[in-house]
């Protein structure tokens, strides 16, 4: 059925070696049949390259201990903090969900709504404390501009300056990292008059 040509390859059809191939040849071959010189080095230069090549492998070896740390502290804060965009996401949520228990309080509402949505908040409390997430308490403690995010400042004669009088929204940690700061109201003393 098929018929299979024979390559005819005779020696006069072969290509012959051209001047190039030829050159690269005989100098492949000089250099295999004289064998490289051997570098003698005097004691003072040995030990010069020996105490070199210890000092490049001792820091490679520190280069590599610093690396592997470095990784390992990667890692793990990677997955200590892995939930934080989700966390970002999440909080509006539960911000709205104490809202709308405290308006319902304030309504003095009660009954199956108020209890399902109070043991849900506590329920989401739970799961975000469990995962590594705390509250941020800000009210009547001292302003930390670290944690808190002052949204103006009032005066206040009952409280010390400084101190932070109301919280307007709650603030947030992820294993001892903020995820939002409290936005807060600051107290500062009261404007004195102008005579004295």
Same mark, same amino acid.
């Given at each position: 059925?098929?018929?299979?040509? $024979?390559?005819?390859?005779?020696?006069?059809?072969?290509?012959?070696?051209?001047?190039?191939?030829?050159?690269?040849?005989?100098?492949?071959?000089?250099?295999?049949?004289?064998?490289?010189?051997?570098?003698?080095?005097?004691?003072?230069?040995?030990? &010069?390259?020996?105490?070199?090549?210890?000092?490049?492998?001792?820091?490679?070896?520190?280069?590599?201990?610093?690396?592997?740390?470095?990784?390992?502290?990667? $890692?793990?804060?990677?997955?200590?903090?892995?939930?934080?965009?989700?966390?970002?996401?999440?909080?509006?949520?539960?911000?709205?969900?104490?809202?709308?228990? $405290? &308006?319902?309080?304030?309504?003095?509402?009660?009954?199956?709504?108020?209890?399902?949505?109070?043991?849900?908040?506590?329920?989401?409390?739970?799961?975000?404390?469990?995962?590594?997430?705390?509250?941020?308490?800000?009210?009547?403690?001292?302003?930390?501009?670290?944690?808190?995010?002052?949204?103006?400042?009032?005066?206040?004669?009952?409280?010390?300056?400084?101190?932070?009088? $109301?919280?307007?929204?709650?603030?947030?940690?992820?294993?001892?990292?903020?995820?939002?700061? &409290?936005?807060?109201?600051?107290?500062?003393?009261?404007?004195?008059?102008?005579?004295?």
């Amino acid at each position: 059925m098929f018929s299979r040509k $024979k390559s005819s390859t005779s020696p006069e059809t072969a290509a012959a070696p051209t001047a190039l191939e030829k050159k690269l040849s005989e100098q492949a071959a000089a250099e295999a049949a004289s064998p490289p010189a051997a570098k003698s080095l005097t004691l003072a230069e040995a030990t &010069a390259e020996l105490a070199e090549t210890r000092n490049r492998l001792l820091r490679l070896a520190a280069d590599f201990e610093n690396f592997r740390r470095r990784s390992t502290r990667e $890692k793990e804060d990677a997955s200590k903090y892995a939930i934080q965009t989700f966390l970002e996401k999440l909080l509006p949520v539960l911000d709205n969900l104490e809202m709308a228990q $405290k &308006a319902a309080t304030d309504a003095g509402a009660s009954g199956a709504l108020h209890d399902g949505v109070g043991m849900i908040l506590g329920q989401l409390h739970g799961v975000l404390r469990e995962a590594g997430v705390e509250e941020i308490h800000a009210a009547g403690g001292p302003f930390d501009p670290a944690l808190h995010e002052a949204i103006s400042q009032q005066e206040s004669s009952d409280v010390a300056e400084g101190t932070v009088l $109301k919280q307007f929204q709650k603030g947030y940690k992820l294993n001892g990292r903020l995820v939002r700061a &409290a936005r807060v109201v600051v107290a500062r003393a009261p404007a004195q008059p102008a005579g004295n």
